[in-house]
């Protein structure tokens, strides 16, 4: 799997997923439409288990494409297929986030913040204005 393709919570995701076509339902609901080559390199397996399973959710509905001129077949999640891909993700993830993160490998940064780093953000109030204006408030 490219880690470049696929940003690190996505990515626990999709190496959680139990199955190929579960991790294109995940993919395609979060990524909305990919060329088929690009989900190749992002799921790493051979073109033809790809190909074999986008056709076999095809089939059932699931997912969809559409050829851009000139350019490879984009591969797109159905209604019912981002209904069912938001649904093993939002499972998936849940199962991935109550078990304890992976150790970074050496060289890859951490990806941890620091409690308290950020800096307090001003709340916005309604305030009352001179009543001749229109709505009698504004935005502090």
Do not use: Y
């Not at 088929?36 to 969809?64: F, H, N, Q, W, Y």
């Not at 304890?100 to 916005?124: F, I």
């Amino acid at each position: 799997m490219d880690a470049d393709r696929l940003p690190p919570h996505l990515r626990r995701v999709v190496e959680a997923a139990e199955s190929l076509d579960e991790q294109l339902l995940v993919v395609l609901f979060v990524q909305k439409a990919e060329p088929a080559p690009i989900l190749a390199e992002m799921l790493g397996p051979d073109r033809s288990d790809l190909v074999t399973a986008l056709g076999r959710l095809s089939k059932a509905g699931l997912v969809s494409h559409h050829r851009p001129e000139g350019e490879p077949i984009h591969w797109f999640a159905t209604r019912e297929g981002r209904t069912q891909g938001e649904r093993l993700h939002r499972s998936i993830a849940a199962r991935v986030l109550a078990e304890p993160a992976p150790e970074n490998a050496p060289g890859e940064p951490d990806e941890a913040v620091e409690p308290g780093g950020h800096e307090r953000v001003k709340a916005r109030r309604r305030v009352p204005i001179d009543q001749n204006e229109k709505t009698g408030f504004s935005w502090d």
